[in-house]
T-cell receptor, first 115, second 112 residues
Framework: NAGVTQTPKFQVLKTGQSMTLQCAQDMNHEYMSWYRQDPGMGLRLIHYSVGAGITDQGEVPNGYNVSRSTTEDFPLRLLSAAPSQTSVYFC??????????????FGEGSWLTVV | GDSVTQMEGPVTLSEEAFLTINCTYTATGYPSLFWYVQYPGEGLQLLLKATKADDKGSNKGFEATYRKETTSFHLEKGSVQVSDSAVYFCALSEGGNNRLAFGKGNQVVVIP
């Protein structure tokens, strides 16, 4: 059972570099999202998608881009990394329906350091 | 908007002690409520959930009851183990937008 798979698990970037965090899920979930986790801040929503071709901004979207060309994949792009983007990033997915009780499934996280 | 509030600060307790982590919420309708657990170096995983008032979610000895009158969903465990050391997040989901609101999490440390 693969579930939600994120890569890479660890990455060090220099300020100004770009990179893409990959996320894939094999549960045919319509809804996918990216969160960042920072000490004392909990989880903050960056971007989300409710289906292929549809994306929207979350709470902290600045500095990040996303796309959703397939149901399975939802990559997160950092176009010009800044030290403030040092964080742990989690991809998550769930079924998209009128049922608010659907469980959300998380990937194992990507630890990003920007120096 | 929807929000979740968890008690401030880490929780440190001895093995076999009773654990309570408070969670209160603000929502306009009738949300579903969740507790997620994050073990060191891992992602979040669902611990338990409740989808309507007075429901009790339970798993691995943990319990939480959906209290609409007090807008609360406190997590309890009668006898904790060292392996319960983790960060615990309360969350809610409301309506058809499927977005979750998370609390800030509580670090629980269980000492042998």
């Amino acid at each position: 059972n693969a579930g939600v798979t994120q890569t890479p698990k660890f990455q060090v970037l220099k300020t100004g570099q770009s990179m893409t965090l990959q996320c894939a899920q094999d549960m045919n979930h319509e809804y996918m999202s990216w969160y960042r986790q920072d000490p004392g801040m909990g989880l903050r929503l960056i971007h989300y998608s409710v289906g292929a071709g549809i994306t929207d901004q979350g709470e902290v979207p600045n500095g990040y881009n996303v796309s959703r060309s397939t149901t399975e994949d939802f990559p997160l792009r950092l176009l010009s990394a800044a030290p403030s983007q040092t964080s742990v990033y989690f991809c998550a997915s769930r079924r998209y329906s009128g049922d608010s009780g659907n469980t959300i499934y998380f990937g194992e996280g990507s630890w990003l350091t920007v120096v | 908007g929807d929000s979740v509030t968890q008690m401030e600060g880490p929780v440190t307790l001895s093995e076999e002690a009773f654990l309570t982590i408070n969670c209160t919420y603000t929502a306009t309708g009738y949300p579903s409520l969740f507790w997620y657990v994050q073990y060191p170096g891992e992602g979040l995983q669902l611990l338990l959930k409740a989808t309507k008032a007075d429901d009790k979610g339970s798993n691995k000895g943990f319990e939480a009851t959906y209290r609409k009158e007090t807008t609360s969903f406190h997590l309890e465990k009668g006898s904790v183990q060292v392996s319960d050391s983790a960060v615990y997040f309360c969350a809610l989901s409301e309506g058809g937008n499927n977005r979750l609101a998370f609390g800030k999490g509580n670090q629980v440390v269980v000492i042998p």
